[in-house]
């Protein structure tokens, strides 16, 4: 039946038959829920998600917007809007090392660097643009451990 409507020799009366047809029967789409986006600039920062831009990706966020505990690191895999227009980031958050030794960079204060796990956690974490703290560079001292440093203008770390 659907095919037969489809003919484009389908005279006017029986293709307002199929306008009908289709606005009753189609399968209803469930709309737009978001709008994925590979790169965003906001306030002059460039953030991408990890698969266009790894070190555009990385960033100190707070989570769940938390202000009152310190910025956490993650790796943007998502950027997108949603329908009221508010941009959002999908994280995988950085974890902490498994053994926890001593960090050597703890005992400088004024360089804003930290280590962690090189393993992210699995789930991701929605995080709101006004969140993100600031950039970071990361270096893997081996194969489990990186050194995470912070590349804000003004340190809050």
């Known amino acids: 039946l ?11 009366a029986i293709q307002e038959c199929k306008f009908l047809f289709d606005s009753t029967y189609a399968p209803k789409s469930a709309g737009t829920l978001a709008i994925l986006r590979a790169r965003l600039k906001f306030n002059g920062i460039v953030y991408s998600r990890a698969s266009t831009h790894v070190g555009n990706s ?9 202000r009152l ?23 995988h958050k950085l974890l902490p090392r498994h053994n926890q030794s001593i960090d050597p960079f703890a005992m400088y204060p004024h360089f804003p660097a930290k280590m962690y796990s090189s393993s992210s956690s699995s789930h ?7 969140w ?11 194969s489990d451990t990186v050194v995470i440093l912070s ?6 770390i």
């Open 2 to 12: 659907h095919r037969w409507l489809s003919r484009p020799d389908c005279s006017p």
């Open 58 to 66: 990385q960033v100190f966020y707070y989570s769940q917007g938390d």
């Open 69 to 91: 505990s310190s910025p956490v690191p993650g790796s943007i895999q998502h950027i997108y809007a949603t329908p009221t227009g508010e941009l959002v980031f999908a994280v």
């Open 124 to 130: 991701l974490e929605n995080v709101k643009v006004s």
């Open 132 to 142: 993100v703290v600031s950039h970071f560079a990361r270096w893997a001292v081996s």
């Open 151 to 156: 590349l804000s203008r003004v340190s809050t």
